[in-house]
């Protein structure tokens, strides 16, 4: 197992990186729909609309890019010798991408079955803020994995 992810390693980081931007991108517009959304009067045409959208957003692209994303993160932090798990940038981006990203991911989940069933309780005002927290973990992880401060 180890040759092959020696021998593919260019790969699956290339496919790694392309999942992760399609994770971000579904991660960054899912809220914004949500700013939409709540401003929608309830059975409205738009309302209706935006449920078929944010449906399918996250099915056909955010769960698949985010389970891609970690399976070849995974194959990547066990390919040898390319992270050495002492030094402190590996365990933040693990964090931020595991708990912060993926934390993210189960709300914006459990905010489209409150939508798709007219019983979201928040305000436009309260998902523009929700969507700079995907911005932030981003950032962090960029900077860790390429600059590895400590
Ligand atoms: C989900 C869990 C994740 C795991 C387990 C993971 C793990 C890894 C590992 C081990 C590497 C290889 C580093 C190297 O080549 O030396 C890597 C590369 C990279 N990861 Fe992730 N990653 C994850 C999520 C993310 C996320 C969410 C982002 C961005 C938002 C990201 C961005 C990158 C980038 C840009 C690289 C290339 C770095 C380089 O070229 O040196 N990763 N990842």
Redesign the pocket.
Known sequence: MSDFLSEWYSWI?AL??IA?MA??AGMLYLPRLYVYHAGAAVGSELSETLKVMERRLLRAIINPAMTM??IL??F??FTPG??DFDEIWIWI??FC??IG?GGMHAWLSRWRRAFAEDRNKHSAGFYRKINEIPTVF?IV??IM??VRPF
Do not use: E, N
Request: proline share 0%; net charge positive.
């Open positions: 980081k790694h990186i992760v994770w971000m994303a970690l993160g995974v990547l932090l390319l992270v981006k693990l991408a595991i990203l981003m992880i960029v994995v390429i």
